[in-house]
Structure formats: structure tokens, C-alpha cells
Nanobody, 124 residues
Framework: QVHLVESGGGLVQPGGSLRLSCAAS????????THWYRQAPGKQRGLVAS????????YAEDSVKGRFTISRDNAKNAVYLQMNSLKPEDTAVYYC?????????????????WGQGTQVTVSS
């Protein structure tokens, strides 16, 4: 079984920091393009940041530019989201979405996976 597992969420005061991790578990060959999404209560899930397999980054929301940093460690099949200067409006469930490549019977298979989400709450 192949899974994406997020961790690192929690309760933090405004101005604080959190580092989210997204790790691929199971027998995978590689983790490809990876995205962080978030969904606040009563709102649609939206794209926050992306990183290509080669490390090119993009931030979809202007509100996180300069505060959030997406990075990856291919050796660990993991992607991270460093979140600094957190604000109450960053409160949401954060989801990882990634293309994982597996191998079966000598054939490579790639498909998109979602993690289960991790709650981030910014409150005093």
C-alpha cells in the first residue's frame, strides 16, 4: 500500500511558525510534482504552493509569498512546507497532493495521491 502522510500541524499563536511534512510511505520509486492545498471551514480547498520534481517552486496565493517556503528531500521522498509569521487566516486543514511512481512486474506506474490532511490552527 502506498500512502501520503502529512504531519506537523497543530495550534500556534499568531506570528508563530510550523513546518508541515508530507512523506510517501510504501514501496515507491519516486515522488514527483507535489502541491500543498488548504481548506478553511466553509471554504473550498485551494492550492497554496507547488514544487516540481526538480525543485522549481510556485506559490499560488499572494498572501503566503514571503512567509511560506516549500521544499523537498528526494532522498527521503518527502516534501515540506515551512510556514512563518502565521496569521489567524492561515487556519485550515492542509493537504498534500503528489504524483507517486511505483513499480510492479517491471512496469512503472504513476498516479496522483492525496494525504489525509493535517489541521493548522492559528489563534491566541
Amino acid at each position: 500500500q502506498v500512502h501520503l502522510v502529512e504531519s506537523g500541524g497543530g495550534l500556534v499563536q499568531p506570528g508563530g511558525s510550523l513546518r508541515l511534512s508530507c512523506a510517501a510511505s510504501g514501496s515507491i520509486v519516486s515522488i514527483g510534482a507535489t502541491h500543498w492545498y488548504r481548506q478553511a471551514p466553509g471554504k473550498q480547498r485551494g492550492l497554496v504552493a507547488s514544487i516540481s520534481s526538480g525543485g522549481t517552486t510556485d506559490y499560488a496565493e499572494d498572501s503566503v509569498k514571503g512567509r511560506f517556503t516549500i521544499s523537498r528531500d528526494n532522498a527521503k521522498n518527502a516534501v515540506y512546507l515551512q510556514m512563518n509569521s502565521l496569521k489567524p487566516e492561515d487556519t485550515a486543514v492542509y493537504y498534500c497532493n503528489a504524483v507517486l511512481t511505483t513499480q510492479a512486474m517491471g512496469v512503472l506506474h504513476s498516479r496522483t495521491y492525496w494525504g489525509q490532511g493535517t489541521q493548522v490552527t492559528v489563534s491566541s
